[in-house]
């Protein structure tokens, strides 16, 4: 199977692309990177699309949510437009997916919950066609929380959306939520698409578990990829239909531009990406 393309989650750099979007943009392109997942696109489609061309980058992918009036970030949430309007900026960035990036814990909890949000992911897929794109879902640790007879809110996701929709794997917040990422990849086989190549000390308990204390993005650890605690080469090697590869920080350690370089050298020195 074709190895997966590099890419990396603008909203790594949320800050310094919306300061300077093509001068952010060409330091990705000196960086290495060829692609880019875009983040907070809907209202300036072309802008990002004539940034893009000037640096000589694409975005495939990109998040945007599809089930909530609006998105949660771990620093503030950002209100949404209808699915339309995201489709349709979508198209003209030059994407062919986009991923729902979070859905709110509560709606994990519950077997009618977990229903709902598959059976909206598929009216959304149908949707989605029409403007030539597909849809897909992307996880934090909410998803594996609750279980129905011995099986996480996420399998039973998985088990119950259409398989148009397609899984982008982040393999921190996997591993936060207690599982076992490698064997994931492998059981996810080719729904999976896309991961999130995301390294550093995995938190001690799940922050969306009921109970848990509030949380922001400053009290996590990230680390460049292959020097934390995340499984990430071997759940690499695990996936052979993964697409994209996606570098991503929710906190960067250090400059976010070394940092993201780190990562893609990870990547790129272990043979993992094209």
Do not use: C
């Not at 990396?8 to 952010?24: I, N, P, T």
């Not at 982008?168 to 076992?180: C, I, R, S």
């Not at 999130?196 to 993005?217: C, I, Q, T, Y």
Request: aromatic share 10%; proline share 7%.
């Amino acid at each position: 199977m074709p190895q997966p393309i590099a890419s990396v989650q603008l909203y790594s750099l949320a800050k310094e692309f919306s300061a300077d979007m093509r001068g952010s943009l060409d330091r990705l392109a000196a960086i290495g990177f060829a692609n880019v997942e875009a983040f907070d696109f809907v209202s300036r489609p072309a802008q990002i699309r004539a940034a893009l061309d000037a640096s000589g980058l694409a975005s495939p992918t990109g998040h945007a949510p599809l089930l909530s009036d609006e998105l949660w970030t771990p620093d503030g949430v950002i209100p949404t437009p209808e699915p339309d309007v995201v489709f349709a900026a979508a198209a003209e960035i030059g994407m062919s997916t986009v991923f729902e990036p979070f859905v709110a814990p509560e709606r994990w909890l519950t077997e009618d919950g977990v229903a709902d949000i598959a059976e909206r992911l598929n009216r959304a897929a149908e949707r989605a066609a029409t403007f030539g794109l597909s849809v897909g879902y992307h996880n934090h640790a909410q998803e594996f929380v609750a279980s129905f007879d011995g099986q996480s809110a996420y399998d039973r996701f998985v088990q119950l959306v259409d398989p148009r929709v397609q899984l982008e794997l982040d393999l921190f917040w996997a591993q936060t939520g207690g599982q076992d990422v490698p064997a994931m990849v492998t059981a996810l086989g080719d729904r999976l698409t896309a991961v999130h190549v995301k390294d550093g000390r995995v938190p001690a308990s799940n922050p969306w578990a009921p109970g848990a204390p509030e949380f922001g993005s400053d009290s996590l650890d990230q680390r460049h990829a292959g020097t934390g605690e995340v499984l990430l080469a071997d759940a690499l090697r695990a996936g052979d239909s993964i697409r994209y590869a996606v570098v991503e920080y929710d906190r960067a350690p250090g400059d976010v531009f070394d940092d993201v370089a780190a990562s893609l050298a990870f990547l790129k020195d272990g043979g993992f990406v094209v």
